[in-house]
């Protein structure tokens, strides 16, 4: 055989096995999925899809919009109505207890908004058997809460920019009143959202998307009745109430983040006032949000083992 013949049949040789070192690889990147950061991206922009295309975030945007303009409608009512003889500080103050009223009422609707757009995320693929399609994958099943609950913390973060933010500018824009600690209080209550989300979350990868909703808003309603004990016993020296409410903002502390915010923005009034749902006598410390905040990631973190470890 010639020389040529030779280093032609090496050539096919090598690039034989250079094929099958290509295809073999090629295989190999498929068995092992898309990796962790793209799973995770990709089940964010999914999340947003699916919210889309079920018209969630239309009817939500629909609803802060309308929520919003109530709002201005009647502020604008308010002002009219004042006489020419109330000071502009009076003027302030009553338009700070308006915006108290609906910043409160704000903070309900966007805590619902947290409970119900994800109370079937997990438990709702699971049932109708969807979850196969993806969970099944070569991917990492914490992948896919993470990216499901980035997904979710973007709407939330819109909507509460939307609803409180939007609340803030309609008291600036009508009646020139600057919301005090403004930044401040759009965290806490962001914040008070994602706390939500997470046990929803968690609720989720165990339950059935209505019984998450319901465990979800039955602790949001056991933090706002401990908030008004704590605040009570608080009030009347009762150690034995403030210890309870204290005991209801460990098991959920979203109520407690309200109070931090009310504490924030409450003009002086509404604050000498006492007791209400729009101000507080008792204060949540600093170490009561740093507790929420890892409150939010824990319930994440539970959540993403409990669905890792679940059989589907």
Same mark, same amino acid.
């Given at each position: +055989?010639?020389?040529?013949?030779?280093?032609? @049949?090496?050539?096919?040789? @090598?690039?034989?096995?250079?094929?099958?070192?290509?295809?073999?690889?090629?295989?190999?990147?498929?068995?092992?999925?898309?990796?962790? =950061?793209?799973?995770? =991206?990709? +089940?964010?922009?999914?999340?947003?899809?699916?919210?889309?295309?079920r018209k969630?975030? /239309? #009817?939500?945007? #629909?609803?802060?919009?309308?929520?919003?303009?109530?709002? /201005?409608?009647?502020?604008?009512?308010?002002?009219?109505? +004042?006489?020419?003889?109330?000071?502009? =500080?009076?003027?302030?103050?009553?338009? !700070?207890? +308006?915006?108290?009223?609906?910043?409160?009422? !704000?903070?309900m609707l966007t805590s619902l908004m947290?409970?119900?757009?994800?109370?079937?995320?997990?438990?709702?693929?699971?049932?109708?058997?969807?979850i196969h399609a993806v969970a099944t994958k070569p991917v990492n099943r914490w992948c896919?809460?993470?990216g499901k609950w980035i997904g979710f913390a973007g709407m939330l973060t819109m909507y509460v920019l939307f609803i409180e933010g939007g609340t803030m500018? =309609?008291? /600036?824009?009508? @009646?020139g009143r600057i919301t005090p600690h403004a930044a401040a209080a759009l965290g806490l209550l962001w914040l008070q959202t994602i706390v939500l989300l997470g046990v929803t979350m968690l609720s989720s990868t165990r339950l059935s998307a209505l019984t998450s909703g319901a465990c979800t808003l039955g602790l949001y309603g056991l933090a706002f009745v401990g908030g008004w004990i704590e605040?009570?016993?608080?009030?009347?020296?009762?150690?034995?109430?403030?210890?309870?409410?204290i005991l209801a903002s460990l098991v959920m502390p979203t109520d407690a983040l309200w109070r931090r915010v009310a504490f924030k923005v409450q003009p002086p009034i509404?604050?000498?006032?006492?007791?209400?749902?729009?101000s507080s006598a008792a204060v949540p410390s600093t170490a009561m949000v740093i507790y929420a905040g890892a409150y939010a990631v824990l319930a994440l973190v539970m959540a993403s083992i409990v669905f890792e470890r679940r059989d589907l």
């Open positions: +055989m010639s020389d040529h013949a030779i280093q032609s @049949a090496e050539v096919r040789s @090598a690039e034989g096995a250079l094929g099958d070192a290509s295809e073999r690889g090629s295989l190999a990147a498929i068995a092992r999925g898309p990796g962790a =950061v793209r799973t995770v =991206v990709l +089940m964010a922009q999914v999340t947003f899809v699916e919210a889309a295309r969630l975030l /239309w #009817i939500a945007a #629909i609803a802060g919009a309308a929520f919003l303009a109530l709002f /201005w409608a009647a502020l604008h009512s308010v002002l009219q109505s +004042m006489s020419s003889r109330v000071t502009p =500080v009076n003027r302030l103050e009553g338009v !700070g207890m +308006m915006t108290m009223m609906v910043l409160y009422a !704000g903070s947290a409970a119900l757009i994800s109370c079937d995320t997990i438990s709702g693929e699971i049932a109708s058997g969807t896919l809460v993470l500018a =309609v008291a /600036w824009m009508e @009646a605040q009570f016993g608080s009030l009347r020296h009762v150690r034995a109430c403030v210890d309870l409410g509404l604050g000498a006032a006492g007791v209400s749902p729009f």
